[in-house]
Structures are given as C-alpha cells and as structure tokens.
C-alpha cells in the first residue's frame, strides 16, 4: 500500500507536548498551569440566552458572514472599546473560533513560497497554518530584555523580497507581553515602507491589567493593510462555544470568506447567540473576571520572583513566562520532572518557538489556592536541584 | 477610598481569612500598608464585621428563618426610621430593609422552629404601633445566600494541556 499521508501533513512538526499529555493522565493531584483557558464558568446570561434560542428551534445555518445583528454588534462594541472602524455589512465575518480566523487570514493572502514573519514566542498553530498554506514561516525573535515585544530592529532585519505579512499577537500567548501605541507605531512605519501585510490577533485583548489595549488597525495607516482577529473565548470565559471573528478592509474580507464558505459555511449558531449575548450584558461579569486574573498575576509572579524564577511582569494575557537559566536544565527537562516529581504541569517556553527556550509558560488562570500550592511545589523542586 | 482600597475590600469580601502578606503579593502593597488601611476601612465602618457563610441545613441545627413583611404607617418627621431602628434592636431579626412595592419592611426572621418565629411575629412585631399589616413567609430551602451557592456544584472538566 502506497503511504497516503500527504507531504504536507508529513511535515507539520508534532505537536510538542504529546509526551505531557500522557504523562499527566497516569497522575492523580496534579495542578496544571498548562491551560490555555479560564478557569471561570461562562457567565449564565450567556448559556441562558443559548439555551433559550435552542428551544425556539433556532438551529439552523447562519449566512456565511454570521448573523447579522451580532456583526452589528460587533461594529458597535470594536468602535467604542478601541476605537476600530469596521463596516458590518462587509468588514466582519464570524468564524469558528479564532483558530479558523487565523487559518482563513493566512489561505487567504499566501502564495507558494511566500515568507511570512511571526513574532515568537507565539501561539502553536501559526507556523503550520503558513507551511500547510504552502508559505513560508520566518520568525521574528521577541526577547525577554525587550518585554517581549516585536523590536522594529529585529523585524527590518528580517524582510526579504519575499516577505509578504507580519503576524503578531498582543497582548501575547505565551509571553503577557503587549505592546503600547509607540510600540506599535514604530513597527508600522516597517510594515508600510515595505509594503506588507499585517495578521494581527488580539484575542486577549480585554485582558490587559496596566494600560488599555491599542488595536493594531487604528495605529498610523496600518487599517487598509491589517487583518485582525479577535474573538469571545478568553474575554468571556468561552473557549468551547467556538466563535471568533475576522475584520479586515471589504477586499480582503470577501477572500476569507470564500475559503470560510467552503470549509466551514458557517460558525454555530448556538455559539453566535451567545457571542452576542456576552456583547449584551456580561460587560460586569467580564471586568470581574479581569479583576481576579490580576490579582492573581500579581501573587502569582511575586511569588516566582520569590522562589527563584525570575519574571518579568506580564502586562496582558493570563501567562507567566519565567526564565528558568540557571538551574542547569532545559525547559523541556524542567517541565518533565517539575510534572513528575511535584505533579506541577507547565508548559516548556521552547514549543512557542524562537525566544521561548529557557522559559515555561504557566497559565495562572486557576484558583489562587492552586496557585500557591504550585509555588510551594515548585520551590520544592527548585531546592531539590 | 482608591482602586487599592476597592481591591482590599473584594478580596476580603471573598475570603476574610487571607493573611496580611497573601494580600498584599496581589495587591502590590507591603503587609504593613494592608494593615493600616484595612485598619482605617474598620475605623471608618465600612468593613463591619467579618463572617462565615455557612449552610445551616447541612450544619442541622433546625433552625427556621422566615421573611415577614410589613405595611408599615410612617411618621411625621422621621418616615420609617423610627419604627425600623425599634425593630431591629430584636435579636431574631437578622435583616431589615425599607423597600418598594406592595410593603414597606422586609424582615430576615431567624427561630428555633415555625412556633418560635408565629409568636415572634404575633407578640411582638404584629401588635406594634404604626403596623397595619404583615405577611410572612416561611424559608423551605436557601440555594445562594450573598452570592454564594449553597448546593454542589459539578467542576467543569478542563483539558491539563491547551494553547
């Protein structure tokens, strides 16, 4: 028999933590700060208002671009929270997740052979998304002496004639680094004398604890040349209803939505009334939320501090991103025993790609008891080295 | 009364029992400055006093809790004040409020059994000048009591590794 296995799929690295996975399910009391999501419930005036739809029968197929008063919505709440200007006619398409967003951004604008940079550490999915688009990734190192946002240095260096698009995400998964409106101004003047594209996905957006987010659109001239992704999941505790979305100017917009009308037709409807429900009325139930995460930041990161694992302070996101140079161990080595020994789940910075090494990500989205019972842990293992 | 006040008092509201220095890791304070505007947030009565939510059902004491309200006549200069600081100087009466609608005194009545909040309600609330009417309700079960739910919950499965 023929290996069907196509070369594309064959050469998607695996994904990095599969060896963690199936240690974790032989361990009983384990404390994951692996977790990519809230640890709260999704506030019930969501669920209800989902649950009630169901019972009206309204199950069906949405439009392609999603339902049209949950864009409107959208319109309205992007305006208002940052100032982002999208047409809700044609501006805005509703996907399943961020996940796919991002997935129907890149299919969209990637040519074989393209070069597209990604500023890492970054979220999992994007290098692979651009290879299986048949692009090229080219990271762009973000460093820790930097605060982990894109240096417009680094960035220039690393343009060809091939680049296409700049890929970002601030407020960042894995780092918590953001970026501010200089920041983002002085990557925007590479961005246009090169004639670039930008990806930028601010899905933790609402989850900044010192200044306000600045969406990347409404810096300098960047709108005409930006996609930006965002979504309902870590706002408002929604990871499984599935429901993000893509803005971009009407050109770009309509090229996403004939990949996202073949592969997806539409996001769930069940997940749309919620979305737009939480747009409605969880405003208080999404600042609460943001309250304790920062509270909890800020006892969890003193607490590293204290036991020996230097941290910056992450300014957005719900990751601490502490180094571990110096305890002689790679972060792949570190997560391993840290996972056997004290039954403490963290995930290895390197799996983030360049500048994660040395590093682990540890989601401090759990209760603030299991927080502290991973700092003993960890100082525990720490002066067992 | 500043952010880091407000950030005090949700915390405390939650859990009364954290240490000074817990506190202040989250709050970015030192130990000594929680103490000192905890100490001001008592001095100025807005913390009154630190409590324990507790399921009485579960605990079994017995104990019957019922909500009586009441039509009340107000007077002349002082409304309803008069007559709801009276009240609220009986032991059983364990919530007080002025509200709209149909009554104007909502009481939280708390006895031993029915027996004890009837004779209550009848001796002593009832026969009170300026009370026209009363209508009282008797407490089967407490699901949430300030915000806290009193019954178990399932806990949400998460994934031990996501991105």
Not at chain 1, 254 to 275: N, T
Request: hydrophobic share 40%.
């Amino acid at each position: 028999m023929r290996n069907f296995i196509s070369e594309r799929a064959q050469y998607i690295p695996p994904s990095g933590i599969r060896k963690f996975f199936d240690l974790v399910i032989t361990m009983e009391d384990v404390i994951s700060l692996g977790v990519g999501e809230p640890d709260f419930r999704t506030p019930w005036n969501i669920c209800e208002s989902s649950i009630y739809s169901i019972e009206q029968g309204v199950t069906s197929y949405t439009s392609n671009k999603g339902l049209q008063p949950l864009r409107e919505a959208l319109t309205r709440h992007l305006n208002q929270r940052y100032n982002l200007q999208y047409d809700s006619a044609d501006e805005i398409l509703i996907t399943t997740g961020v996940s796919e967003a991002l997935d129907i951004a890149i299919r969209a604008i990637v040519d074989p052979g393209d070069e597209i940079l990604i500023a890492q550490p970054s979220y999992v999915s994007y290098a692979p998304c651009v290879s299986l688009a048949g692009g090229i990734p080219v990271p762009v190192e973000c460093t820790e002496a930097d605060h982990f946002k894109l240096n417009p240095d680094a960035l220039q260096e690393k343009i060809t004639k091939k680049t296409k698009a700049l890929m970002i995400n601030f407020p960042n998964n894995p780092t918590g680094g953001v970026m501010t409106q200089g920041d983002l101004e002085a990557v925007a003047d590479i961005i246009i004398d090169n004639d670039l594209l930008l990806i930028s996905d601010e899905v933790y957006s609402e989850l900044t604890y010192e200044t306000n987010h600045v969406a990347a659109a409404t810096v300098s001239d960047l709108r005409e040349r930006t996609i930006t992704l965002n979504g309902f999941s870590k706002a408002y505790a929604m990871t499984g209803w599935r429901v993000g979305y893509l803005c971009a100017p009407k050109e770009l917009c309509d090229a996403a939505l004939k990949i996202h009308q073949y592969i997806m037709l539409c996001a769930p409807v069940m997940g749309q009334v919620g979305a737009l429900e939480a747009l409605r009325s969880a405003e208080e139930d999404k600042n609460s939320m943001v309250n304790e995460y920062r509270l909890r930041r800020n006892m969890f990161v003193a607490g590293l501090n204290r036991i020996g694992l230097s941290c910056h302070v992450p300014e957005g996101a719900f990751y601490a991103f502490p180094s571990i140079k110096g305890t002689g161990l790679t972060d792949v080595e570190f997560a391993e025993r840290l996972l056997k020994e004290q039954h403490v789940a963290v995930v290895p910075g390197s799996v983030f790609g360049a500048g994660g090494d040395y590093h682990l990500r540890c989601a401090y989205a759990v209760s603030r008891k299991d927080l502290t019972e991973a700092l003993t842990r960890m100082e525990m293992f720490l002066n067992g080295l | 009364m500043d952010e880091k006040d407000l950030d005090l008092l949700h915390i405390l509201e939650e859990n009364s029992r954290l240490s000074a220095q817990e506190i202040a890791t989250m709050t970015n304070l030192s130990s000594a400055e929680v103490e000192a505007r905890i100490r001001t947030l008592e001095k100025d009565g807005v913390i009154r006093k630190y409590t324990t939510v507790i399921n009485w059902e579960l605990a079994g004491n017995g104990e019957v809790s019922s909500i009586i309200e009441l039509k009340v006549s107000p007077e002349r200069d002082f409304g309803y004040d008069r007559i709801a600081e009276r009240l609220s100087r009986f032991r059983q009466v364990r919530t007080l409020r002025l509200i709209t609608g149909t009554y104007d005194l909502q009481l939280i009545v708390t006895g031993k059994n029915v027996q004890e909040v009837s004779r209550f309600v009848s001796e002593h609330v009832a026969p009170m000048d300026r009370i026209r009417e009363t209508a009282t309700h008797i407490i089967m079960k407490s699901y949430k009591e300030n915000g806290n739910t009193l019954f178990e919950q399932q806990e949400a499965e998460r994934l031990p590794y996501s991105f």
